[in-house]
């Protein structure tokens, strides 16, 4: 794909008009020259505009509900693909507990924490029957912390000082490893609080410690319980604020 | 329009944490126009729903892949409304690899500051108008490639021109349409070269 190919397609590529591979081969160069290409990114998300052209239609009240049970019994891809074989990186580098900001992208969890609760709760209380402890943890607790990440969701809930980790749909482990929790403090030193085996269903774990000055709640995954953790997290929290 | 932009980041944000009711509010936001799309290409309400459904369900499932920074959430979806609409219309024609079409669709949905300013600003019936105003083969050439899926060199094998003429024929109807949109309005869309201004007639 040469510049000038790139330029004279521009407008057939924004349509979606350009066969397969010599899309793809434009979205590379796109992205690789060094060139402006101002015409042909000027062109990009033309194509945004031409289902505004059409007089809305409104749908059946039925496709909204027949969407949202789609979606509720629907696992998303990163979820699915959750790296917990992902083998541990050999070349050197400073452990992912002291980087800061974590790798996992925290602020984005932040946001979690103030939607949500609600109609978590609720599914929560369904399948939480038997598990009266947590129940009442979650209906009294103090402080709830949003835990994400590529082995799934949960809160870090705390009451009365006691801090537990409750998670919806773990992604499910190979019989020989674990969970393991962590909290990590201000200086950065990972501190072991729990493991965590059964993924049925609602998991939960206590933490074996309170949640005290912790920043950080993480998750990794392990193949027995250790002092330190050998792996990128699945799951992290930010405590702070 | 930022603020728009915005909104859809956020619930691209929430999306991606797994949560529901993010998506029902996308769906709220877009659904109509998702439909109208869906059914101008299929003809019939009951696929072009089945098509929305599928649609908000794809995007459910590979929000990993779509970056706000990088491209439009509404642009997007419409793109991936757009696949599996003309995949259920081209059964004579290859069927099409719509988890790899999703992924391609990601990196030519913009974000564009042109025309999200141009969306923005005109209503539904002004763009349909500056649509309309095309003469009738850029028009016609603009419904055969966006409508019913035909790359320029399909669109030039219908309507019997070379295919540079077919890739022309887009490039000027894109052009008019910012033209018209940037006119409507009196203010400039963006800050731009024009764009070629006539027929490569390759």
Redesign the interface.
């Known amino acids: 794909m040469t510049c000038e190919r790139l330029d004279e397609l521009a407008a057939s590529y924004a349509l979606g008009a350009v066969p397969p591979d010599e899309e793809r081969a434009m979205s590379e160069h796109l992205a690789t020259c060094d060139q402006p290409h101002a015409d042909a990114r000027e062109l990009i998300g033309a194509a945004g505009l031409l289902p505004a052209a059409l007089p809305p239609m409104e749908p059946s009240p039925a496709l909204r509900a027949r969407l949202m049970a789609t979606v509720a019994a629907t696992p998303q891809d990163h979820r699915r693909r959750a790296p917990v074989n992902a083998p541990v990186r050999a070349e050197p580098r400073r452990p992912w507990w002291q980087l800061r900001p974590l790798p996992m992208a925290l602020a984005a969890v932040g946001l979690a924490a103030a939607v949500g609760l609600g109609a978590w709760n609720l599914d929560l209380n369904r399948q939480l029957a038997e598990r009266d402890e947590a129940l009442r943890a979650v209906a009294s607790a103090d402080a709830a912390y949003a835990v994400a990440g590529s082995a799934g969701s949960g809160w870090v809930l705390e009451t009365d000082g006691q801090a537990i980790f409750l998670a919806d749909a773990l992604a499910a482990l190979p019989a020989d490893q674990l969970y393991a929790l962590w909290l990590i403090g201000p200086e950065g030193e990972p501190v072991a609080v729990g493991t965590l085996t059964d993924t049925e269903g609602v998991a939960f774990a206590t933490l074996e410690r309170e949640l005290g000055s912790a920043t950080t709640f993480a998750v990794t995954v392990e193949s027995g319980r250790v002092d330190a953790p050998t792996s990128d997290p699945v799951l992290v929290a930010s405590l702070e604020g | 329009m930022n603020d728009e932009g915005g909104v859809d980041a956020?619930l691209a944000?929430?999306i991606?944490?797994?949560?529901?009711?993010?998506?029902?509010e996308l769906?709220?936001r877009y659904?109509?126009?998702?439909?109208?799309?869906a059914?101008?290409v299929v003809g019939s309400?009951e696929e072009?729903?089945d098509v929305?459904?599928e649609a908000?369900?794809a995007v459910?499932?590979?929000?990993?892949r779509f970056e706000a920074e990088r491209g439009?959430l509404?642009?997007w979806l419409?793109?991936v409304?757009?696949?599996r609409a003309i995949d259920r219309v081209r059964a004579r024609r290859p069927r099409i690899?719509l988890d790899?079409?999703d992924e391609?669709?990601l990196?030519?949905?913009?974000?564009?500051p042109?025309?999200?300013a141009?969306?923005a600003r005109?209503s539904?019936s002004e763009?349909?108008a500056?649509?309309a105003s095309l003469p009738d083969e850029q028009r016609h050439a603009?419904e055969l490639?966006?409508?019913e899926?035909?790359?320029?060199?399909e669109?030039a094998e219908l309507t019997g021109v070379p295919p540079?003429t077919a890739?022309g024929r887009?490039?000027l109807?894109?052009a008019k349409?910012?033209e018209a949109?940037q006119g409507s309005s009196g203010a400039p869309l963006?800050a731009?070269?024009p764009?070629?201004s006539e027929e490569?007639g390759?």
């Open positions: 956020r944000e929430r991606g944490l797994g949560q529901t009711e993010a998506l029902g769906y709220d659904a109509s126009t998702a439909l109208a799309t059914l101008r309400r072009a729903e929305v459904h908000f369900v459910w499932r590979k929000i990993d439009s509404r642009a419409m793109t409304v757009r696949n690899d790899d079409a391609r669709s990196l030519r949905t913009g974000p564009n042109t025309w999200e141009a969306l005109a539904g763009i349909q500056a649509l603009v490639a966006y409508f899926g035909y790359t320029y060199r669109v540079g890739n887009l490039r109807a894109l349409l910012r949109l963006a731009s070269e764009i070629l490569s390759r």
